[in-house]
C-alpha cells in the first residue's frame, strides 16, 4: 500500500486531488450562518457545466483538472530537466529565431500597427475605455517599474506613489485641487504632460537618494512605506489634495496652436491614441537605454554591487536614475488616467495596485521590454474579461486567486518570464545552478 | 614621505565591534613595485584590501594613495568607486564577475565606467557616445588580447573557467586605467599550469603597463618568485616585512605559520 501511494504518478494524483479540493473551496460559494455547510458542500456538489461540453457536477471538473496537473507534473518531473537543461545551455548557443534582432523589430512594428487598428476592431465601449484605463495605463506602469525592477534589480513595492503623484499634479497645475495652482494659471491637461513628468521625476530623486542606500529586503520594505505615505497623504489632507472625497473636475486634453485645435473629449479613443504614442515613446527609449552604458552599468549593480563599485561605478547614481526614469512613466500614466477621469481619488493608489504592477512585469519578464507589454496587456485583458462576463460562480475577488496560480505555475515552469530577458535567463539559470552570487557579503578569509 | 610611494598605510585600525581585524598597521608600497601581502588565515589581509580600496572604512589611521599627478589623496572617507576612479583598481577573492553579462561586456564596463557622460547623449549614441564607445571597445579588445583571452570574448562570464575569469578579472580591473592592481588570491582555484601563466600575466601587467601590483596568495611559491617585497601580517597585525629571502628566514614568520598549519609552513621553508 504504502510503495503504491510512494509511486510518482500516484503520490502527484493525490496530490494535486488535495491541492484542488482546496481550490474548489475557494472558489466556491460561501457559507452563511444558518446553514454553515452550505459553502462546503456547495463548493463540491454545486451544478456546474464541465468545460461547456455538459451538466454535471463541481467535483467532477476539478477531479478532471486533478487529473490533468498531476499528469503534467510526473511529464515535467521526468523531462523537466532535459527542457530547462535545454534553456540554460541555450544561452551559449546562437540566439533563438524569435530572439533575433529583425524578428524582434517586426514584432514591435506588427503589434504596433494591431493597436492602431484596435479601437476600430473592438468598439465596444466598455473595452474602449478599458484600452486607455486598464490596459494602456497599466502598460505605462509596467514598463516604468520594470527599469526599476528588472534593469536596475531594485525590489520597489510603493510604485503607485510614482502614479499617484502625476495624476494629482495634473490636478494641481490644471487648478483642480484645493492649492491653488501654481501661479494662480491654469493649465490644461495637455501642458501638464511634461510639467508632471518632470515632477515625478524630481520625485523619484528625493525619495531615492535616502532609500536607495538600502539593499534588498530592506528598499522593500521601505518603498512599501513610501507609498502608503503618498496614499495616506492624499486621503487626509483635505486642504491640499481634496482628501478621500477626491479633486474637483479636472479639464480634457486640448492643443489650441496657431491653426490646430483639438479637444480630447469624453469617448476614450482619442486619449487611446495619445497613450499608444506615449507607450511607443516609452518603448524606444527603454530600450534604446537598456542597450546604452546605462542600461549595462545597471546590469552589473544588479548582479554585483561590490564588484560594480571597485570598477568605479557609483550604484547611488544609477539606483536614482532609475528610480527616476522608471517614475517618468508612471507619473505620464497618472495624468493619462487624471486627463481621462477627469478626477482622482486616493483609493485609485492603494498597495494592491503596486502589487498588481509588480505580478504583471514578473509574468511578463523582468528586464524585457517585449514580455512586460505583452504580460500586462495579457493579464489586464484577461482579469477585466473576467469583471465584465464573468463566469458561473465567479467572484470578482476570486481574480487575485487565479492571478496568484498563474504566477506560481509560470515561476515554476518559466521562472524568468513569459518572453524573458536574455541576461535575467542566465543569471536565474546560473543561481539555480548555484552559481554567481545572490547577495553575498564580502567574504574575508573565512573558508 | 616620498613621492615615489604609492600606498602609504599609517596606524591604521579596523574593528568590528569588540573584534579588532587590523591592528595598528603601518606599511606602504613603491610604485612600480610587486608587493605581497601574506600571513595565515584569518589574519587580516582581505580588510587590508577593503580598507585600501573604501569598501571598508577604518577607525584610526590614515591610508594615503599618491596618483601619477602627485597629489596625495587620503582613501579613508572615500567610496570605492571614487576610490577606483582614482586609479586603485582589484580583483576578488572569490571572482566576482557581472556572470550574465560576456566576457568583453564585463571588461567594456570597467572601461567606460570613468568617462563622463550624459543621460540623453548615451541613449540617443550621440557623436561623443559613439566616439566613448568606439574608444571603450578598442581598449577592451587590447586588454582581452593581452589577458589572452580573445577568443572567448563573446563567452558567457559564468561558463568561463576558474583560471580565465582570474584573467577576465584583472583584464576588468585594467580597463578602469588604474595605477595600482590590487590581487587578492589571485591563484586560488586554478591548477598548476595557470598558476605559471598568471604569474607571467602578473609581471606584465607591471613591466608593461607600468601597474603596481599589490597580491594577496597563499601560494607560496608563486609569492616567492613574483614579490619584490613582502609584508606578513598575524592578527591583524605587521609582523614582518623584507624581501623574500628575508622573510624566509625571520623566526616570527616561521612561528606564526607553524601556529596555523603545518604544510603552509612546509611550503615556505
Known sequence: MKAFVKRPFVSHLLTSIGAMAIFELMTGPPGSSTTPTAGFTGSFGERASFFGLFATYRFVVFLALAVIVSGVWTLWQSRGSVIKHGVNTGLARP?????????RTGFFLALFIFALFLPHL????????????EIAVYVLLALGLNVVVGFAGLLDLGFVAFYAVGAYVTAWVTGALPTPAPFGIHLN??????????????FGVLIGLPTLRLRGDYLAIVTLGFGEIVTIFANNQYGITGGSEGTNAI????????????????????????????????????????????????????????????IGINPLKYKVMAFAIGAASAGFAGVVTAGQTIFVNPQSFTLPVSINILALVIFGGMGSIAGVVVGAVLIQTVSMYLLHSPPAGYQSSDLYIYLGAAL???????????????????????????????DEVLTGDTP | MTTDRIFTVENVTLRFGG????????????????????????????????????????????????????????????????????????????????????????VKIGAESHKGFGVVGAMLKGPRTRRNEKESDATTIRLMDFVGLRQKANVIAASLSYGDRRRL???????????????????????????????????RVRDEMGVS??????????????????????????????????????????????GSSADETEELA
Do not use: C
Open chain 1, 122 to 133: 473592438e468598439t465596444d465601449p466598455y473595452w474602449q475605455s478599458v484600452m486607455v484605463e
Open chain 2, 213 to 258: 601590483i599589490l597580491l594577496i596568495e597563499h601560494d607560496m611559491k608563486l609569492v616567492m618568485s613574483l614579490a619584490e617585497r613582502l609584508y606578513v601580517l598575524n592578527f591583524g597585525s605587521v609582523i614582518a616585512d623584507g624581501t623574500p629571502a628575508e622573510i624566509r628566514a625571520n623566526p616570527a614568520v616561521i612561528e606564526a605559520y607553524l
Open chain 2, 169 to 203: 578579472e584583472i583584464a576588468r580591473g585594467l580597463a578602469t586605467n588604474p595605477e595600482v592592481l590590487l590581487l587578492d588570491e589571485p591563484a586560488a582555484g586554478t591548477n598548476p599550469a595557470e598558476k605559471l601563466g598568471l604569474a607571467t600575466l602578473i609581471r
Open chain 2, 19 to 106: 573584534v579588532v581585524s587590523l591592528n595598528d598597521v603601518n606599511l606602504f608600497q613603491n610604485r612600480g613595485e610587486i608587493l605581497a601581502v601574506i600571513g595565515p588565515n584569518g589574519a587580516g589581509k582581505t580588510s587590508l584590501f577593503n580598507s585600501l580600496t573604501g569598501v571598508y572604512q577604518p577607525q584610526e589611521g590614515e591610508i594615503t594613495f599618491m596618483g601619477r599627478d602627485a597629489k596625495p589623496m587620503s582613501i579613508i572617507g572615500r567610496k570605492a568607486h571614487r576610490v577606483s576612479s582614482a586609479g586603485v583598481a582589484r580583483t576578488f577573492q572569490a571572482s566576482r564577475m557581472f556572470s550574465a553579462l560576456t566576457a568583453f561586456e564585463n
Open chain 1, 408 to 438: 506560481v505555475l509560470m515561476m515554476i515552469f518559466r521562472p524568468a518570464g513569459l518572453i524573458p530577458s536574455r541576461r535575467r535567463r542566465r543569471e536565474i539559470g546560473m543561481a539555480e545552478a548555484g552559481e554567481g552570487h545572490m
Open chain 1, 95 to 103: 540566439r533563438a529565431a524569435w530572439q533575433l534582432k529583425p524578428v
Open chain 1, 189 to 202: 491637461a495637455f501642458f501638464a504632460i511634461p510639467i508632471a513628468i518632470a515632477l515625478v521625476m524630481i
Open chain 1, 251 to 310: 479639464p480634457h486634453f486640448s492643443i489650441h496652436l496657431w491653426f490646430i485645435h483639438y479637444v480630447w473629449g469624453l469617448a476614450p479613443v482619442p486619449y487611446y491614441y495619445l497613450t499608444l504614442a506615449f507607450v511607443v515613446v516609452f518603448i524606444i527609449v527603454f530600450s534604446l537605454l537598456e542597450h546604452s552604458r546605462v542600461g549595462r552599468a545597471w546590469t552589473a549593480i544588479r548582479e554585483d554591487e561590490v564588484a560594480a563599485e571597485s
